[in-house]
């Protein structure tokens, strides 16, 4: 047997990448690597810009007590000017959680129907008119509130106006709903068929598979979804200004009409004169939401890796 | 691969280079000479009468265009300091401070120009029996501490259609020259609304809404009547004869709640700008007025 590769005549060259090859690689991971960073650069950007507005006031002359415990918002008086948000906070968390509790249980219902009990037919119709439902712009919702529901809650409801809490609400979880639906039915696609192989085999039914099995190993995305509705009906401005009533006011029932943080920013900053004492409280506001956001997606993480930890 | 990738940069490359010519070669004919503009910033209750005026005007000098937008008196200020307005509407007069500030900003204060009237209509549902009410009541229902708050204080027992009988108020928001100018006269300038007030965006959402909701009450704008509400005759003091919002009872003063309306210019206004006003206030001009619902300055 004669020596094999050490007799070859031509010389093997080993495969290399070319240079430009290499570069290329270098430079198109930096650049992903920029993309993926620049999310957060933006989110802390735009803190920084609305914090850099409001900061001036916030520090030297708010009173954060009447700030955020006064129901009296009475920026334009002339003769005795309160910043008091409370009813405006009450507002948003009213109209939000009425919301999140109409959506969550139609949304990852449909979530769960679309991907498990779903032939597959229906399954593109259904996403198709959900995804629709996401397409509507959300001043078409309000217009919607102001002038279908309106007259249909009094009807129904028999309540002296139908501009509430129960009208944004309705509104706020028709926006949520697709949301919901799209990002559960990716949760509950990635459980791996194995689970539902498994549980199958245990001798389970259809619902109890979903409810035993595949909700559990998808929670975390389902949580994701539900997030991203809540905070879809929180910084919901355009339909919530139209169909809540706009008034600044603590509700008594769901029929109460109210008003909330996102709508009163975009009614009364275009007046608020630049640098001015209700400019500033505005952003503070904007402040003030952002925090509400950044506090409910830190708690539902925490949830979750408690829940994990179990 | 390698080829394919330099194809595919070829590509825009040659498109860009095949645009540069074109330009090089200049544009196939002249674009039309461009329409002059006038920006005019301001009150929602003017911004019917506004608009009417621009399409008026439109006919009389068409070289001329005026770009009509509303956002409320609050929004005509803050543009007319900002200095993105030639013409700021305004449903009340300017404060001190908003002068100073226009001054501060320009040089010189705002010129005003009062422009027409407008009375101010008390809405309510077609079904809701009252028919009259005085300035006094009015104030009582919006203000702050006021002590009316249910239909049946002012006498009326019941409303058709109606489940209780608690006043539904419907006030604007706060930039609104309509807003202020009714704070003024009826709620007290020392005072503040009572909060809970359903506070529209404009002048024709508050009709709106009290024409759907049968124990509303709201004010607007007299040209903003529609068929389905009703208005009230409102008496300056208990015990007067109640007097129905008109041209005729504006101009002469026996209507409590009617206020003048202003166009202010930063400044002394340019050529333009100074023959679109001088035009407003010539009688032609002064018919729209009559057209929208609106009062002019003097009878005919």
Redesign the interface.
Known sequence: MSTPAAQAAPRIRRAQRRAWEKVGERLIEVLIHVCGVSAILFVFGIFLFVLREGAGFLFHGLSLKQFLFS??????????VRYGVL?LIVGTFSVTVMAMAIAVPFGLGAAVFVSEFCGKKTREWVKIVIELLAAIPSVVWGFIGLSVM??LI?RVF??????NVFNGALLLALMSVPIIVSIGEDALKAVPDSFREAALALGATRWQTVYRVLLPAAKNGLLAAVLLGVGRAIGETMAV??AT?????IPHSPFD?V?TLTATIA??L?????GSDHYQVLFIIGILLFSITFVVNLTADLVVKGIRKR | MNRSILLLLAIPLALAGACKKKTETGEPGAAPAKKKAIQNIGSDTMSNLAQAWAEEYGKVNPAMSIEVSG??T??G??AL??GTADIANASRKLEPEELA?AKAAHGTEPTEYMVGYDALSIYVHKSNPLNEISLEDLGEIYREGGKISSWADLGVKSIPG???N?I?RVSR???SGTY?YF?ELVVG?????K???????GSKDVVE?VS?????IGYSGMGYKTGDVKVLKVTKKKGEPAVEPSIASTLDKSYPISRPLFMYTPGAPSPEVKAYIDWVLSPAGQKVLEHTGYVPLQAK
């Open positions: 129901t009296a918002w009475y920026p334009t008086s002339q003769s005795n009813a309106n007259p009094q028999h309540t002296p106006i139908g501009l200004l139209m009533g706009h008034a600044v006011n009409p008003r009614a009364e275009g007046e608020a004169s630049v | 956002g409320g609050g929004q200020v803050a300091i900002n500030k109606a489940q209780d608690k539904v928001q706060n930039n202020h704070r300038k020392k005072n503040d609304y909060a809970g007030s359903l506070d529209m965006n809404l759907k909701t049968p124990t509303a």
